[in-house]
C-alpha cells in the first residue's frame, strides 16, 4: 500500500461541513499553533500559449500569463492554522483586488475557501494556485507574497519565481483494472528541456487524511526501487523524454501532490511536481446526449436496438445520471446490466453518487456548459472555480467544456479532466471560417481547416498539464442545417474520421462523440459504420492513449502546400505513430472536403530515447495489422507507404506486439458481430430503429 491512512466513502456535503466545524472547535484548544514557518518547495508553472492558425473575428491577445501552483509546507515544529481570513497579497495586493484589475483569471488561495480554516501539521504540504491573465503575470516575473494573520502580524513572507520550466511532467495518469474504482498504479511521462541529462532517482506522493481534509497533504515514502523507469537506467536526455510507472497499490480517490527528483549531470538536484486528483484514467467514449427524445415520446434508453447500436460503436459513456426506466434496471437481465452507460453530469445530489454504488459508474461532473458564452455572458472563471469547489471534498472528478481556444487559457486548470468543443463544418463556431485562407487563398463559409482540431487539442493538453484531457468530437447531428450554402447537415465519413484523429494524435484519454442521439444516428445513418471504425481502433489502441505522452508534432509541405501532419505518442510500450493527410480539398459544388486516393508517402518519426530501437513496426487500422516497409536510424523511423486519410502506425517495444493487437482486434470484431445488430450495413436492423424514431414521436 501507498499510504497507511484509511479512506472511509466520501462524505455528504452536510458531514464534511460537520467536519470542518469539530476541526475548527478542537483547533480552538490547541494551544500551540504556528504563525509563521511557511516555506516553499516546490513550483508548476504552465506558461500561456496562444495559437496563431486560428482565425477570429476579434483579433487574440498575444500578452501571455501563467497558471502557477505553489506547494507551501509547514517547516515549524508546531501545527499550523491558516484562517480564511489570512490576509494573502501578492505584490501588495489582494486576490479580490487582482480579479477586479482583470489581472487574474482564477485563483485558489484563503480567501476562496468560504471559510474553511486549514491545519498544517510540521511537515505537511498544501498548494496555492492563480491563473495570471497576461505578460505582467507570465514567465520571467516574480510574486512577492506577504501572509499576514489575524491581529495584524505579519507571519511570511515568500519570493515566488514565475520561471519558464526547463523540465516538467508532461502527463500523470492513474492506472488500474476496470473491476477497481482506485487505481494502483501511476505513470509519469517526463519532458527535459535542459542543456544536459537529467537521472529519474525517486517520487513520493502528498496524500491527505481523509477526503475532508483534502487540502493538507503528508508526505508518503519515497520510492524508488518501485520505479519501472523509461529508460531503464532513467537517464533522459537534453531535449529528450523519459518517465516512469510505478506500483501504488490502492490508492484514494482525492487530490494528491506527485513529487518526482531527479539529478542533473552535476549532481544538482531538480525536483518536479504536480497537483491533481487522483481518478483511474480509462479511455471512455461518449455518446453525447443520448436520451434526447425530440418529440417527448419513448425514451431510446429504454430500447435495446439502440442500446445495441451504441454498443456497437464502442460507446460506453453517455451525458447522463439516473434515468428511470434504464438506470435502475439493474437485475441479473436488467437492461442497465447488459448495457451500462457511465454517468457524465451535474450528479447531483452529490450524497447520492458519491457513494460505493454508484461510483464505477462516474465519468465526470459536468453540469456549466460553456462556461466562456455562458448564454450569452461569459462566467468568470472565478466563478466556474466556486462552482466547482463543492466537489472538491468528494470523490468525483469534475470537468468543464472549453470552447474558444482565444480565451480558454484563462479557464485553465479549474477543472479535473478539462474538455472541448469544436467542429469544422456545417456547426456554430466562434472562429471565423471565412478568414482561413487555406486553399490558394480561397475563403469558405461552410467550413474550416480540420487540422485546427489538433492545434485546439494540444493548445487544450498543454494548458492544463499533466492534467489528461478529453474532445468532444463531430458526429452526427439532426438538427443542424448547412453553412454557406452546404446542404449536408453533419460530417461526411472523411470528415468525421479526420477531426477525430487530429484530436486522438495529440492525446486525448476520452472522446466525446457530439451526438449520438436516436434521431442524429437515423437521419445519418452513413456515418454508423464509420463511427463503429473509430471506436474499433480506439479500443485497439487505447493502452497506448492512456499511458502515452505526446512527444512530437511535426507539419511537412510539399510544393509549398501543406501534406501531412506527423505526430507520435509514446510510452513505455511503443509509440503509435500517425499520418494526418492535409492535401484535401474543398469541393465547390457539393461544399464538402475531399480526400485523393492513396498517395507513395515517406514519414519520418522522431522517436524518444527509450524508443529509438523498436522490436517490430507495423500499420494498424479497423481492418488488420500489417506490417509495413521501414528503416530506423539516427533516433527515427521512416516508414514508406501508400497512404491518404489517416495512416496508423505502431513502433513497439516488444517483439510480439503486433500479434497481441491482431488478436485483439479479432476479439472487437467478434464482439461487435455477437450484437446481431447492424444498423449501419443492415437495411432492415436500421428500419427498426426508424420506427423507433416514430415511436418516440406519439
Not at 525536483?271 to 480509462?282: F, G, L, P
Not at 455477437?674 to 436500421?686: Q, Y
Request: hydrophobic letters at 40%; proline letters at 8%; one cysteine or more.
Amino acid at each position: 500500500m501507498m499510504t497507511p491512512h484509511q479512506f472511509p466513502p466520501s462524505p455528504s456535503v452536510s458531514a464534511t461541513i460537520k467536519s470542518v466545524l469539530a476541526l475548527a472547535a478542537l483547533l480552538a484548544f490547541v494551544p500551540a499553533i504556528a504563525w509563521a514557518g511557511l516555506a516553499v518547495d516546490g513550483l508548476h508553472v504552465v506558461p500561456h500559449s496562444q495559437s496563431t492558425e486560428m482565425r477570429y473575428r476579434k483579433a487574440p491577445d498575444f500578452s501571455l500569463g501563467a497558471r502557477v501552483e505553489v506547494f507551501l509546507r509547514n517547516d515549524s515544529p508546531e501545527p499550523m492554522l491558516i484562517p480564511a481570513n489570512t490576509d494573502v497579497r501578492l505584490r501588495g495586493r489582494t486576490p479580490e483586488e487582482l480579479l477586479q484589475a482583470d489581472e487574474w483569471a482564477w485563483h485558489d488561495l484563503p480567501s476562496a475557501w468560504g471559510g474553511e480554516p486549514l491545519r498544517l501539521p510540521p511537515g505537511a504540504l498544501t498548494v496555492w494556485s492563480w491563473n495570471g491573465k497576461r505578460a505582467a503575470w507570465g514567465t520571467d516575473t516574480q510574486a512577492d507574497v506577504t501572509v499576514t494573520v489575524p491581529g495584524g502580524v505579519t507571519a511570511d513572507q515568500l519570493q515566488v519565481p514565475i520561471a519558464g520550466p526547463t523540465a516538467w511532467l508532461s502527463a500523470v495518469t492513474f492506472l488500474g483494472t476496470a473491476t477497481n474504482v482506485q487505481p494502483d498504479s501511476l505513470i509519469f511521462p517526463l519532458a527535459n528541456r535542459t542543456t544536459g541529462t537529467l537521472r529519474l532517482e525517486a517520487c513520493r506522493l502528498w496524500l491527505p487524511e481523509n477526503n475532508a481534509t483534502w487540502r493538507t497533504l503528508i508526505a508518503q515514502p519515497w520510492l524508488s526501487n518501485r520505479l519501472d523507469r523509461f529508460p531503464a537506467d532513467g537517464v533522459i536526455p537534453a531535449n529528450d523524454r523519459g518517465g516512469a510507472r510505478v506500483a501504488t497499490g490502492a490508492l484514494p480517490l482525492t487530490y494528491a501532490a506527485l513529487e518526482v527528483r531527479l539529478v542533473a549531470a552535476g549532481g544538482k538536484t531538480v525536483t518536479v511536481w504536480s497537483h491533481q486528483r487522483i481518478k483511474r484514467e480509462a479511455f471512455d467514449i461518449s455518446g453525447g446526449w443520448v436520451h434526447d427524445t425530440s418529440g417527448g415520446g419513448r425514451k431510446p434508453l429504454e430500447s435495446e436496438a439502440f442500446h445495441q447500436t451504441l454498443r456497437r460503436i464502442h460507446v460506453n459513456t453517455a451525458h447522463i445520471q439516473d434515468q428511470p426506466g434504464y438506470t435502475d434496471q439493474t437485475g441479473p437481465d436488467g437492461l442497465y446490466t447488459r448495457y451500462p452507460l457511465k454517468y457524465f453530469s451535474k450528479l447531483s445530489p452529490v450524497s447520492h453518487y458519491d457513494s460505493d454504488a454508484l461510483l464505477p459508474r462516474i465519468h465526470a461532473v459536468e453540469f456549466l456548459g460553456e462556461p466562456q458564452y455562458g448564454g450569452g455572458k461569459p462566467v468568470s472563471p472565478q466563478e466556474c472555480w466556486q462552482a466547482l469547489a463543492p466537489y472538491a471534498a468528494t470523490r468525483l472528478p469534475t470537468s468543464v467544456t472549453h470552447s474558444e481556444e482565444r480565451l480558454w487559457r484563462f479557464y485553465a486548470g479549474i477543472s479535473d479532466y478539462p474538455h472541448y468543443d469544436a467542429y469544422r463544418v456545417t456547426a456554430p463556431s466562434p472562429a471565423a471560417w471565412g478568414q482561413y485562407a487555406r486553399w490558394d487563398g480561397q475563403r469558405i463559409r461552410w467550413g474550416a481547416p480540420l487540422e485546427t482540431i489538433g492545434e485546439m487539442s494540444r493548445s487544450l493538453r498543454e494548458l492544463n498539464r499533466p492534467r489528461p484531457v478529453a474532445y468532444w468530437s463531430q458526429g452526427p447531428h439532426h438538427d443542424w442545417n448547412g453553412y454557406g450554402g452546404r446542404k449536408r447537415g453533419s460530417p461526411t465519413p472523411d470528415e468525421l474520421r479526420l477531426q477525430a484523429y487530429h484530436a486522438l494524435a495529440s492525446r486525448i484519454t476520452s472522446l466525446y462523440w457530439f451526438n449520438l442521439s436516436l434521431r442524429s444516428l437515423v437521419t445519418f445513418p452513413d456515418l454508423i459504420e464509420p463511427l463503429t471504425r473509430v471506436g474499433r481502433e480506439i479500443r485497439l489502441l487505447d493502452d497506448y492513449y492512456l499511458e502515452g505522452d505526446a512527444t512530437s508534432h511535426e507539419r511537412v509541405q510539399r510544393s509549398g502546400k501543406p501534406d501531412w501532419d506527423l505526430d507520435v505518442v509514446a510510452g513505455p510500450r511503443g509509440a503509435v505513430l500517425f499520418a494526418l493527410d492535409l492535401a484535401y480539398q474543398p469541393d465547390p459544388q457539393e461544399r464538402v472536403f475531399k480526400f485523393g486516393p492513396p498517395r507513395p508517402s515517406e514519414f519520418r518519426f522522431p522517436l524518444p530515447a527509450y524508443l529509438r530501437a523498436p522490436a517490430e513496426v507495423f500499420r494498424v487500422d479497423a481492418d488488420g495489422v500489417t506490417p509495413v516497409d521501414h528503416t530506423v536510424a539516427a533516433g527515427s523511423v521512416t516508414i514508406r507507404d501508400q497512404a491518404s486519410r489517416v495512416a496508423i502506425y505502431v513502433a513497439a517495444a516488444s517483439s510480439g506486439e503486433r500479434a497481441r493487437l491482431e488478436a485483439r482486434r479479432q476479439i472487437l470484431v467478434a464482439a461487435e458481430k455477437a450484437i446481431d445488430f447492424d444498423p449501419g450495413r443492415n437495411s432492415d436492423d436500421l428500419a427498426k430503429l426508424q420506427e423507433l424514431v416514430k415511436r418516440t414521436d406519439r
